[in-house]
């Protein structure tokens, strides 16, 4: 059965890979885009945008964006250009902003797309710490919040073509890279795998099937 899905951050790389996934196996993929001269974008890949600057607007206004939707990701993000406060007001802020929509509409499911390291900000530097600090406290609010989460941690993201090779755990003991486009798919399957609502991965390349990786997460 078709599903509706609404990503924050509908411009965002992961972003536009997830929704053209949706939108090639039939789904309505909606992205939360806060630039309208992204939505040809979007359109391209099969997937409406909504106009919804996640900074700007208040909770109530956000969920009208996602009103009917059976699940939203999160996989909006301030970048590394950005200082320490876009880091509270996008990594952090438009993250619970989007909790509390899920909340004012009815959206039980929740993906966030988190970041492998998220549990030592410390030990990531003076300056990527409050970009760390952020996720790690916008992973701990959804997982409070009562919603049907899966918190996905990949490591340092690559624009090389998808294997669908990865490797998934709660903690992996090492670092390193994953595509893009399979933490795109990574999502995809999330949505289809009810095993993986409550559950928290870290997500790096591996050699493993996305669809084998997260049923034993
Ligand atoms: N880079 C890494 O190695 C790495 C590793 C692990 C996890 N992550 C996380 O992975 C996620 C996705 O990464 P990505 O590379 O796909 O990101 P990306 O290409 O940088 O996209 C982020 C998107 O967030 C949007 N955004 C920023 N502020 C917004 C706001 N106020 N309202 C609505 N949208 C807003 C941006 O829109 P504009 O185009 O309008 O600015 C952009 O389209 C992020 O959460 C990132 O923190 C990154």
Known sequence: MAIDVAVAG?????ALRLLRLLAE???RARGLVRNPDHAPDLEAAGATAVEADLEALDPEAIASGIAGADAVVFSAGAGPGSG???KRTVD????VKLIDACRAAGVA?????????VHDPVARGPEMRPYYEAKLEADQALAASGLDYTIV??????????????????????????????VA???LACLGEPGTVGREFDLLAGETSIAEAIAAV
């Open 10 to 14: 509908g411009h965002g790389r992961i």
């Open 25 to 27: 196996r039939g789904d």
């Open 84 to 86: 320490p406060a876009r």
């Open 92 to 95: 952090y802020g438009a993250a």
């Open 109 to 117: 499911r929740y993906l966030m797309v988190s970041a492998m390291g």
């Open 153 to 182: 941690r990949p490591g340092r993201l690559t624009d090389e073509r998808g294997t669908g090779l990865v490797q998934a755990a709660p903690r992996l003991e090492r670092g390193g890279q994953i595509t893009r486009d399979d």
């Open 185 to 187: 798919a990574t999502l």
